[in-house]
């Protein structure tokens, strides 16, 4: 009798105290979402439960989130969930200075100790020290990288078999492209040549991406960060994520290890010889972080976790947006990829009349003059969010703007950037279809001399094209933040104009030298949610990819 007596005080108090911990989590839900918040709690759990996997939750998320209110709250222990879809709620969250970290759920992330995960005064901290490696200047000089590496990528798309014809597999397109771009940003990042366009023997890229992919897993079940249960639970995985991460963990400090040596082996020489020990350098990314550990900033572990997340950063995010781009223009019907050629062909003339345009050496001030592939760029970004979800962390209570919702401390933010950017209340009836000409109305709709991507946008003799007055009404109810490619507010990217220069230079050399097409369509798409966007239904996707001087030929005759 006594016992069941004290296990019921036990249970009434542990009953008591954690209602009283999610007190603040029941208020939030009440007040975005009343009575049907609270009620609907346990559907919400159910849907949790089933689709906690990366291959289901984002596809789940596009068909669900109709059927309720958003911004939705979802009670997850002693925390809530928060659900944004809004570019109004967007724009809140990503300038309040209380959701400028990032959340427990990303400590799944392999590569967590760099400025893309750093919280804080620490984030802000590096994020001053490393911006001027990614200054105007310093990202403008390495076009000479962007070219060279390019023209290697398209001899090796040339070249061979299984990269042209009409059966090219996604994955083998991706993988090349994956490729070239690390081996930019190895150059780039790290001032150093790898190779890695014409062979990858190591299996550096594939170890990323397989890790990305791991790391999504992860997030998502947040019980595997935890070590031991992820050997109990998931043992394969766990044996497969050590041995990625062993693997580039040391291709990175065998890097970053010889470029320190080196390099203060050449300030110590321009020491004795009473020179400025800095004078020589571009400052890249690594001899900026070289300067701050001469300075005691920091230490060799921390350069090397900053250089892994950067790498991974700049060459997964940017070679995945290549690819949907290219996803977009090959399975288009449309007239965008010849709109895209004759655009190039002005701005670079070939040899001859008629001859193929000469992209050998594509420069940004032939970039700024494209600006059709400004547009493409942006809807392909706008269609195919590459970073389909970011989470927040709530670092303390904060009020919703224009609402008496306060949102608790350690409360979990979800911001759905991939359906914001296909919502039809948005982006008007066709917002699921891929259309660059609207991005054209929007910069014609704007001031001169403004765009979304930085550059100044010229009228068309004169005067802007004029548009219906419904497309008009559409773009004028049309939010700053309906489109964050590369997120915006305190805690932007780092890298934007670095990743759509790699973008813009690789496109321009690839619609030159090929022709895309497919026969499958968008629509088909099976969307998964592995830190970037993947699709379930990828070996089902091929490209036809025609060399362009074969197919001029063959119109020639």
């Known amino acids: 009798m006594h016992l069941y007596v004290a296990l019921w005080v036990c249970g009434t108090a542990l009953a008591l105290l954690l209602g009283w911990q999610q007190r603040k989590c029941w208020r939030l839900i009440w007040q975005l979402n009343g009575w049907r918040g609270v009620a609907q709690q346990p559907i919400l759990w159910f849907l949790l439960c089933i689709n906690l996997h990366p291959n289901s939750i984002l596809e789940r998320v596009t068909q669900m989130r109709k059927y309720f209110q958003r911004p939705l709250a979802i009670l997850i222990g002693t925390r809530v969930l928060v659900y944004i879809d809004d570019p109004a709620g967007m724009e809140t969250i990503l300038n309040a200075p209380e959701c400028l970290d990032k959340t427990f759920m990303q400590e799944g992330f392999f590569a967590k100790r760099g400025l893309l995960h750093a919280r804080g005064q620490k984030w802000k901290l590096r994020r001053k020290q490393l911006n001027p ?36 597999k996604f994955t083998d397109a991706e993988d090349m492209l994956s490729r070239a771009v690390l081996e930019v940003s190895c150059l780039t990042v790290m001032g150093t040549p790898t190779n890695f366009t ?145 655009e190039i062909a002005s701005v670079f003339p070939g040899q001859g009349k008629g001859s193929t345009p000469d992209a050998t050496h594509v420069g940004l001030e032939q970039l700024q003059q494209l600006r059709y592939l400004d547009a493409f760029v942006s809807e392909a970004l706008r269609l195919l969010a590459t970073v389909p979800m970011n989470l927040r962390h709530v670092s303390r209570d904060f009020q919703l703007p224009g609402r008496e919702a306060i949102v608790p401390q350690n409360s979990i933010i979800v911001l759905d950037t991939f359906n914001m950017q296909r919502d039809e209340a948005v982006w008007g009836d066709n917002a699921k279809q891929f259309d660059p000409q609207r991005f054209l109305d929007q910069d014609h709709d704007q001031p001169e001399g403004e765009d979304i991507s930085g550059s100044s946008v010229p009228k068309i003799n004169g005067q ?94």
């Open 464 to 557: 802007h094209k004029q548009k219906q007055p419904q497309q008009q009404q559409q773009q004028q109810r049309r939010h700053s933040y309906s489109f964050l490619p590369f997120s915006k507010g305190l805690r932007s990217c780092i890298g934007r104009r670095y990743g759509l220069f790699i973008m813009k230079v690789f496109l321009v050399k690839l619609i030159v030298a090929f022709d895309f097409s497919s026969d499958f369509q968008l629509e088909q798409l099976q969307f998964v949610e592995n830190i970037s966007l993947k699709f379930n239904n990828v070996d089902d996707i091929f490209l036809a990819i025609q060399p362009r001087q074969h197919q001029q030929s063959q119109d020639e005759n």
């Open 198 to 342: 014409q062979t990858d023997d190591a299996h550096i890229a594939s170890s990323y991406k397989r890790l990305l992919e791991i790391s999504a897993i992860r997030v998502v079940k947040p019980w595997l960060q935890i070590d031991l249960l992820h050997r109990l639970l998931a043992p394969e995985l766990y044996a497969e994520a050590e041995k990625c991460n062993q693997l580039l963990v040391e291709f990175v400090a065998g890097i970053v290890q010889s470029k320190h040596r080196n390099w203060q082996l050449r300030a110590a020489i321009s020491e004795e010889a009473g020179e400025d020990s800095t004078a020589w350098q571009r400052r890249i990314f690594i001899e900026q972080i070289f300067q701050l550990a001469a300075n005691g900033e920091l230490t060799l572990q921390e350069i090397e976790d900053e250089a892994q997340s950067m790498v991974l950063v700049s060459f997964e995010t940017v070679s995945n947006s290549i690819m949907l781009a290219l996803l977009c223009l090959a399975t288009h019907k449309g007239d965008c990829q010849q709109r895209l050629r004759t």
């Open 133 to 168: 490696a990614f200054s105007h200047n310093i990202v403008a000089s390495f076009f000479d990288v962007f070219n060279a590496v390019g023209n290697q990528m398209v001899e090796q798309f040339a070249s061979l078999p299984h990269l042209h014809g009409r059966a090219v």
